[in-house]
């Protein structure tokens, strides 16, 4: 494993109540990297072009190349012999221009391929310059989705709690750590948030009514009501893909099933229980399946049931403690958290070969959940005697940080594609 | 911790001015808590067993280990006790609070520390104890009460606490 020693500090503005100082390291990066070169923007004062850097090198995916005293703006100022001699596959130029309508402005930026010196794919987006880090990031999408072949994921936003003490905040920020918003702040703990499949709604377990209970809340208005706050636990909340139903876990009839309750509550239905303790389940993309931990045969296990009911069927068998389980976006494999000689990491298995890879190294890793490409793995972890989240790809390969210095950060959820 | 042994400190003291006023309170004690002395006492106040540190009943968590909410037969005398305690004083009402270290996956630890203070109800009721007077709720590894990342800790917060109404 090559590491990377550049450390990419992100400022972040003042300019919403909740500021959090999120910072990612990239600990780790791939292999097979495209070299490519991002040619600061024309009249760039908002810093487009350095966001849209940033969020390349941060995937890992990529040989960031410094443009030097190269340049160009227009296709026809590239200098394409000068390029390929800088080793650049691809060069992205651009600018930022006042729009016909004032206040608005137009961001334009090429997608050049090098040897071919010919344009990939080039936009333009009319905006106003609140919407500026947005575009960027939607414009690292596109140069990711055209050079590597996957959907770009920098215009997604992530979910986590974060503790300060005794006092818990879930927050949602941008995918790069920026602009975090504080979404419920209460002193009693929070855990398990789950974005619903249009990303304009989060369930989350409170335990503010002194036990645990499940809540849905709506992020543009602020505004939530509790789904399940039944006797006993009310927990694990997992969105149905059709964004009207939940699976959530209920300990009201003395052990832990699985039920599916309404997305404004009412009655709950019985999906899954037995002698032994089922929880924590994922619903598969095209919502026939559900898996789920349980230790039903003696230590918990990974298992998998249609939520039409019938038998389950159990997927992992090495070792002694699998939990924590989330179907991949193209549900063709899940993450977990495997114990490992007393260690606790993050393993990926293929439901086709049955074939885990273990992804992690690090003591107490937990919560692992998808990007929305299915290429990259948020999930919590302990750094210095502190609570963090950390980033793998699905390959183990490419591994970043994401530190806060206000506190613990735990709970990671990645929101969907919202376009 | 210190807090309980405190206040179990103070009533004990409580007690001792009160059954035997006319011997004065030990010095020892006394000193040790002077700025807790009590004002002039005029009833008798018998010892409160539950939190008598001479008394069993003064002992509240039960321990387990990684993954396990099978009760240790160290531990079982003293949830008897409190069965006992709980049969005599019907309108005692207790809550046990299962916890779990933070290891592992938090919502399976939801549904253990439910399940450890379950097997304690469970042990209560086996000893006559009304179902009534028991309630059970699970803070999985939320609320540690040690907060390092070492056995230690943990070992510390896989644990069920017997609360009693009004503590």
Redesign the interface.
């Known amino acids: 494993m090559r590491y990377i020693t550049g450390f990419i500090a992100l400022l972040f503005l003042l300019v919403r109540p909740a500021f959090a100082e999120l910072s990612i390291e990239i600990v780790g990066g791939g292999e097979n990297e495209i070299p490519v070169s991002v040619v600061p923007f024309e009249s760039d004062d908002p810093g487009v072009s350095k966001v849209i850097a940033a969020d390349l090198a941060r995937s890992g995916m990529f040989k960031m190349i410094d443009p030097g005293a190269m340049l160009p703006h227009k296709i026809e100022d590239v200098n394409f012999p000068a390029w390929k001699s800088a080793g650049a596959d691809a060069i992205v130029i651009g600018g930022i221009y006042p729009a016909a309508t004032p206040g608005q402005y137009e961001v334009r930026f090429r997608l050049i391929d090098v040897a071919k010196g010919a344009q990939l794919v080039g936009f333009s987006y009319t905006v106003t310059s609140d919407q500026m880090r947005l575009t960027a990031h939607r414009i690292a999408d596109v140069i990711y989705q055209q050079l590597t072949g996957d959907v770009g994921i920098f215009s997604t936003k992530i979910a986590y709690v974060l503790k300060k003490g005794r006092h818990f905040e879930l927050q949602v920020a941008d995918a790069d750590g920026y602009g975090a918003q504080t979404v419920v702040s209460v002193s009693d ?1 929070i ?2 948030p789950a974005w619903s499949p249009d990303g304009k709604k989060i369930a989350y377990v409170s ?1 503010e009514l ?3 209970a499940v809540y849905v809340q709506d992020l543009m208005t602020g505004r939530r009501h509790i789904v399940a706050n039944f006797r ?2 009310n ?2 909340p997992a969105w149905a893909p059709d964004g009207q139903h939940l699976a959530v ?1 209920l ?1 009201r009839d ?1 052990r ?1 099933g699985i039920y599916l309750v309404g997305e404004n509550g009412g009655r709950p239905a019985l999906v899954e229980s037995s002698q032994g ?1 089922d ?2 389940p994922s619903f598969s993309p095209d919502g026939k399946y559900l898996i789920f ?1 349980s ?1 039903r045969g003696g ?2 296990q990974i298992y998998r049931t249609l939520v039409a009911g019938g038998p389950a069927e159990r997927l992992t068998f090495e070792g ?2 699998n ?2 389980p989330h179907y991949s976006p193209d549900g063709k494999s899940f993450v977990y ?1 495997e ?1 490992n000689s007393g260690h ?1 990491n993050v393993a990926i298995q293929d439901f086709a070969t049955g074939q885990s890879q273990l992804l992690t190294d690090a ?2 890793d ?2 692992p959940t998808f990007a929305p490409n299915g290429k990259l793995i948020l999930y919590a972890s ?1 750094y210095g ?1 502190r609570g963090i989240l950390a980033i793998v790809s699905s390959d183990g390969r490419i591994k970043q940080r994401l530190t806060m210095q206000a506190g613990d950060i735990r ?1 990671p959820a990645w929101g969907p594609l919202v376009h | 911790m210190k807090q309980l042994m405190l206040s179990a400190l103070l009533v004990s003291l409580l007690a001792a001015c009160g059954s035997t006023p006319t011997k004065p309170a030990e010095k020892p004690v006394a000193q040790k808590a002077p700025v807790q002395q009590p004002q002039a006492e005029t009833k008798p106040v018998a010892i409160d067993p539950l939190k008598d540190p001479n008394n069993i009943l003064s002992h509240r968590s039960v321990y387990y280990d990684f993954d396990k909410s099978v009760i240790k037969a160290e531990y079982k005398p003293m949830i008897e006790a409190h069965a006992a305690y709980l049969v005599a004083h019907s309108s005692a009402k207790v809550t046990l609070q299962g916890n779990c270290d933070e290891r592992g996956s938090r919502e399976y630890n939801l549904a253990l520390g439910q399940r450890r203070a379950d097997s304690v109800k469970s042990l209560m009721e086996a000893g006559g104890v009304p179902a009534a007077q028991i309630s059970t709720v699970s803070f999985g590894s939320e609320k540690p009460r040690a907060l390092g990342h070492n056995e230690e800790a943990w070992a510390q917060n896989r644990r069920t606490d017997i609360v009693y109404q009004g503590e």
């Open positions: 703990p855990i398990s335990f002194g036990k645990a006993g636990s927990s694990a876990v300990s003395g832990s303790i929880t924590e931990t230790d230590s918990p002694s403690y939990v924590s958290l114990r606790f003591d107490l937990q919560s302990i005697g709970e």
